[in-house]
């Protein structure tokens, strides 16, 4: 088993629709779980992290961690076409200085 | 405003020919990271580097060596280039202790022919 899954897409969705983009992950020592947003022919950003379980928001974004399900989601509502990126979720076990573990991508479109 | 760039957005080499990857960044970061990404493969950790004149294995290093002279610039060097490594190379960084953020570098699409 992988230590990240996450589904490739593309997802497509209208504007205005909420996003929802999930990814699993095998390992249970991972505490700090992170999502990435990647603007085509650009490096990744750091759009969101959280620490433990729960939720949290930044204006229109909201992680969401389920350690007992081991998956992470990050909602997008009223999504807008310059939302349209590649996301991917990340992951580090306790120790913050370990090696971070990348998810392959999911490619957003939003359709105007 | 914070900034990891790198020597070259895209790069056109003929197999069997050394390659250096030039990454520098402005935040006085202590970390630096080389990665490959590829279709279907996502990112790959190829190197990193913790100090000046220290580096460590990532995932992939086969191929690939590096070198930290000064803080700021780390490269990536492909003794002899092959075609299994077109791919877009990533350079990041971050500070110590604060690998969950990491700061990207635009990239570098390096064809290999």
């Known amino acids: 088993q992988k230590e990240v899954e996450q589904d490739p897409g593309p997802l497509s969705v209208p504007e205005g629709a909420i996003v929802s983009l999930n990814c699993t992950y095998s390992?249970?020592?991972?505490?700090?779980f992170m999502w990435y947003r990647q603007y085509s022919r650009k490096g990744p950003e750091l759009l969101m992290y959280?620490?433990?379980?729960g939720n949290k928001e930044d204006g229109r974004f909201t992680a969401q961690v389920d350690k007992s399900s081991k998956y992470i989601s990050l909602f997008i509502r009223d999504s807008q076409p310059s939302d349209s990126a590649t996301y991917l979720c990340?992951?580090?076990?306790?120790?913050?200085?370990?090696?971070?573990?990348f998810g392959k991508g999911t490619r957003l479109h939003i359709l105007p | 405003d914070v900034k990891v760039t790198q020597s070259s957005r895209y790069l056109v080499k003929r197999t069997g020919e050394k390659v250096f990857l030039e990454c520098v960044q402005d935040?006085?970061?202590?970390?630096m990271f080389w990665y490959r990404q590829d279709p279907g493969l996502g990112l790959r950790l190829i190197y990193f580097?913790?100090?000046?004149?220290?580096?460590e294995k990532g995932d992939i290093p086969e191929g690939y060596s590096v070198s930290r002279e000064k803080k700021e610039r780390f490269s990536l060097i492909l003794e002899s280039a092959s075609t299994n490594q077109t791919s877009m190379y990533l350079c990041?960084?971050?500070?110590?202790?604060?690998?969950?953020?990491?700061?990207f570098g635009p990239g570098t699409r390096l064809t290999v022919l």
């Open positions: 935040m006085d970061h202590e970390n």
């Open positions: 390992n249970s020592a991972f505490q700090y």
């Open positions: 959280t620490y433990s379980s």
């Open positions: 580097s913790y100090d000046v004149k220290m580096k």
């Open positions: 990340a992951m580090i076990r306790m120790n913050r200085d370990d090696k971070i573990i």
């Open positions: 990041a960084s971050t500070k110590r202790g604060e690998y969950n953020e990491q700061f």
